[in-house]
């Protein structure tokens, strides 16, 4: 069973730093590209940024370049993305997500808050 767990959300103040993970089971994330996604309170859900199967291309939101970073650890089946200099406006819940056809698979989220 395909199952996506993300982790290393919490409540952390402005300017500080957090690193999420993403640990997938039930297939090999080797052969696929991983996104990470955000979606605050009475927003639409948005993409952070996304790493190719072999890591060695990645993309980012405008809204986080320079801040945040994506990576993958095939051998530990983890996407983690590594989030610095963290701003109100970066509070959502983070999920983290892969296509497969014919459909899309996502986590169950973290929560992260920024916040004095």
């Known amino acids: 069973q395909v199952q996506l767990v993300e982790s290393g959300g919490g409540l952390v103040q402005p300017g500080g730093s957090l690193r999420l993970s993403c640990v997938a089971s039930?297939?090999?994330?080797?052969?696929?590209?991983i996104g990470w996604f955000r979606q605050a309170p009475g927003k639409e859900r948005e993409g952070v940024s996304c790493?190719?199967?072999?890591?060695?291309?990645?993309n980012y939101a405008d809204s986080v370049k320079g801040r945040f970073a994506i990576s993958r650890d095939n051998a530990k089946n983890t996407v983690y993305l590594q989030m610095n200099s963290l701003k109100p406006e970066d509070t959502a819940v983070y999920y983290c997500?892969?296509?497969?056809?014919?459909?899309?698979?996502w986590g169950q989220g973290t929560q992260v808050t920024v916040s004095s």
């Open positions: 039930g297939f090999t994330l080797d052969y696929y590209s």
């Open positions: 790493v190719s199967s072999a890591g060695g291309s990645t």
């Open positions: 997500s892969y296509y497969q056809p014919p459909r899309d698979y």
